[in-house]
T-cell receptor
C-alpha cells in the first residue's frame, strides 16, 4: 500500500517570499508518479505539478517547482514569490501504477499568505 | 476545452435516503474517478470508470455504486445514507493514456 505523509502545521508566509511544503511517500514500486494539487476554500482541486519517478530533472511549472529526492522518498513543493491567491490547502498525491492509476493523497498543508 | 463539471454543488439529505451525484468529464477524457473528502482530510479513492466499465474500487461498501455513460459522463450513487457520508465528493477525469487527473468543483453532501 502506498502512503503519503504531510505533517507540517499551518504555515503563514509573507507575500513575495518563497515557501516549501514537505511531502514524503512510501512505496515499493519502481514506477510511480507524484503530484501536487491546490485546493482553495471553494473546494476544487487544481493540478499544479507532476514528477515521474524516472524523471531525472526536478519538475517546474511557473512559480512551482518540485524538489524530488528519490533516495529519501521526498517530493517537496516550492512556491516562489508567494501571492495572496496562493492561500489554500496543498495536497501531495501519488499515482498507483498497478491500481488503475488511482491517487493516494496526503492530509494536506494549509498555507496562508499575508501581505 | 470544457473542464470537469459536477452537479449539484450542494445537497442535504437525511439518514437512510439515497443520493445521485453527477459528473461530466473534460472533453476527450474517457476515464472518470470518484473521491470522497471528509472534513480536514485528503480525498479517498472510491472507484474509477473506464469506457463504461468499473476499473478499480477503493475501500468503500457496495452501497456506493456508479455508472458511466457512452459520452463518458458518470454518476455516483449512494444508498442508505449514513451520517459519515457527509463529505465533499470530487470527480476527476483523464484520458487513459495521461498521467494527470483533472478535478471538478465537487459536490458537498450533508447527511442529517
Amino acid at each position: 500500500a502506498q502512503k503519503i505523509t504531510q505533517t507540517q502545521p499551518g504555515m503563514f508566509v509573507q507575500e513575495k517570499e518563497a515557501v516549501t511544503l514537505d511531502c514524503t511517500y512510501d512505496t515499493s514500486d519502481q514506477s510511480y508518479g507524484l503530484f501536487w494539487y491546490k485546493q482553495p476554500s471553494s473546494g476544487e482541486m487544481i493540478f499544479l505539478i507532476y514528477q515521474g519517478s524516472y524523471d531525472e530533472q526536478n519538475a517546474t511549472e511557473g512559480r512551482y517547482s518540485l524538489n524530488f529526492q528519490k533516495a529519501r522518498k521526498s517530493a517537496n513543493l516550492v512556491i516562489s514569490a508567494s501571492q495572496l491567491g496562493d492561500s489554500a490547502m496543498y495536497f501531495c498525491a501519488m499515482r498507483d501504477p498497478y491500481g488503475n492509476n488511482r491517487l493516494a493523497f496526503g492530509k494536506g498543508n494549509q498555507v496562508v499568505v499575508i501581505p | 476545452e470544457t473542464g470537469v463539471t459536477q452537479s449539484p454543488t450542494h445537497l442535504i439529505k437525511t439518514r437512510g435516503q439515497q443520493v445521485t451525484l453527477r459528473c461530466s468529464s473534460q472533453s476527450g477524457h474517457n476515464t472518470v474517478s470518484w473521491y470522497q473528502q471528509a472534513l480536514g482530510q485528503g480525498p479517498q479513492f472510491i472507484f474509477q470508470y473506464y469506457r463504461e466499465e468499473e476499473n478499480g474500487r477503493g475501500n468503500f461498501p457496495p452501497r456506493f455504486s456508479g455508472l458511466q455513460f457512452p459520452n463518458y459522463s458518470s454518476e455516483l450513487n449512494v444508498n442508505a445514507l449514513e451520517l459519515d457520508d457527509s463529505a465533499l465528493y470530487l470527480c476527476a477525469s483523464t484520458d487513459g493514456g495521461q498521467e494527470t487527473q483533472y478535478f471538478g468543483p465537487g459536490t458537498r453532501l450533508l447527511v442529517l
